[in-house]
């Protein structure tokens, strides 16, 4: 009894044996308490020994009050404990969330656009390199000048689409490199297919479509060509917009602009240069119109006078003395151009003749869900 009862005196929370302990103790103490004398009707006193078994009970029942409140308190706190883990677990699960957002918002979605004029000379000039430290989400290129067993470069982490000039070896071809598998792939326009000039990929949210346009050639002796492929590629965009927004890419060989070939606006003979000619750039400009294209290079740099050119003949160094043309373009449907950020050119690569273009925008897949 007596070691029964220092141990409840202190303030540590019992146990359910202690309290049966406890309960059985208290009934020793009442069985043993003598009888009251039937009279006269008077209060015993209580012998010193009753007296510290009664005193002994009632700190026994202060000690349990005790004990139940302190494990009251003790169960409200690990309530409180638990309410607080969760809302730190909550806080940091939103942390985490937001970072990653910001880190998706931070990292734009990338396509980038490159005439590599053969890809076995620009593969001695460091295009996989390049390739790998831009990293664009999709590369369009073209002039490929090869087979795809004649490829020399190891494009990791993409799909390759590949399209051939089958007419010609060494001469012409586009291909698409794609981190996102797409869910459709079609070859050709319906014009100078067997010369590989034109990939059409099909994403969720929009379409892609990469091409070399035909040149018109010396002394225009190809102006046909081109007449027909501009009615065909026209038709063939016009199909797509039906459907889904389009990103239309690559060297589309016209200045649409006086100031897009460096001496436009005062060699009066430039007119009669493929690439500057009055029908090429009307049907450019009649296509752009009609379809509600969007060139989004001079949707950011309307004015730009000085550093807007993509191809640089490779004679006379031309590039130093920034002699050049604007041929490479991304045209964009109305409804993606407010989620384009920027359209940049990597004025310093040395791969080719062309320098690569670079439209960086939100992810249309995820922005225009």
């Given at each position: 009894m007596s070691s029964s009862a220092s141990s409840t005196t202190n303030s540590k929370k019992r146990t359910l044996q202690e309290l049966e302990n406890q309960d059985n103790d208290e009934d020793s103490v009442e069985l043993e308490a003598p009888l009251p004398s039937p009279a006269p009707a008077k209060k015993r006193k209580l012998s010193t020994k009753e007296s510290a078994l009664e005193n002994l009970n009632k700190n026994d029942t202060a000690s349990k009050d005790h004990d139940d409140g302190d494990q009251d308190t003790n169960e409200n706190k690990d309530d409180e404990s638990e309410e607080e883990d969760d809302d730190l677990k909550t806080d940091q699960k939103q942390k985490q969330t937001k970072e990653t957002k910001e880190a998706q918002s931070a990292s734009p979605f990338k396509i980038c656009c490159y005439n590599i004029n053969g890809i076995r000379a620009a593969h001695k000039k460091n295009l996989e390199q390049y390739l790998e430290e831009e990293d664009a989400d999709i590369v369009c290129l073209s002039e490929m000048k090869a087979t795809l067993a004649q490829n020399p470069c190891n494009f990791r982490g993409y799909q390759v689409i590949w399209y051939e000039c089958v007419e010609k070896k060494g001469y012409s071809g586009t291909a698409v490199l794609s981190k996102t598998k797409p869910l459709q792939i079609l070859k050709g326009i319906g014009c100078e297919d067997m010369q590989g000039r034109a990939i059409t990929l099909e994403f969720e949210r929009f379409y892609l479509v990469n091409t070399y346009v035909p040149n018109s050639g010396q002394q225009l002796k190809f102006k046909q060509r081109r007449l027909n492929w501009d009615k065909a590629m026209k038709k063939w965009l016009t199909?797509?917009?039906?459907?889904?927004?389009?990103?239309?890419?690559?060297?589309?060989?016209?200045?649409?602009?006086?100031?897009?070939?460096?001496?436009?606006?005062?060699?009066?003979?430039?007119?009669?240069?493929?690439?500057?000619?009055?029908?090429?750039?009307?049907?450019?400009?009649?296509?752009?119109?009609?379809?509600?294209?969007?060139?989004?290079?001079?949707?950011?740099?309307?004015?730009?006078?000085?550093?807007?050119?993509?191809f640089f003949t490779a004679r006379q160094n031309l590039k130093k003395q920034n002699r050049g043309w604007r041929l490479d373009y991304f045209m964009v449907s109305k409804t993606l151009i407010n989620i384009v950020d920027d359209v940049q050119i990597r004025r310093d690569k040395e791969c080719s003749d062309h320098v690569p273009l670079i439209l960086m925008m939100k992810d249309p897949n995820e922005a225009l869900c």
């Open positions: 199909a797509l917009q039906l459907k889904k927004p389009v990103i239309w890419t690559g060297d589309l060989n016209v200045a649409v602009l006086d100031f897009d070939v460096y001496d436009g606006e005062t060699n009066k003979q430039r007119a009669k240069s493929a690439g500057f000619t009055p029908y090429e750039r009307d049907n450019f400009r009649k296509l752009r119109d009609e379809l509600g294209l969007v060139d989004a290079y001079r949707h950011f740099y309307p004015n730009e006078r000085e550093q807007h050119y993509t």
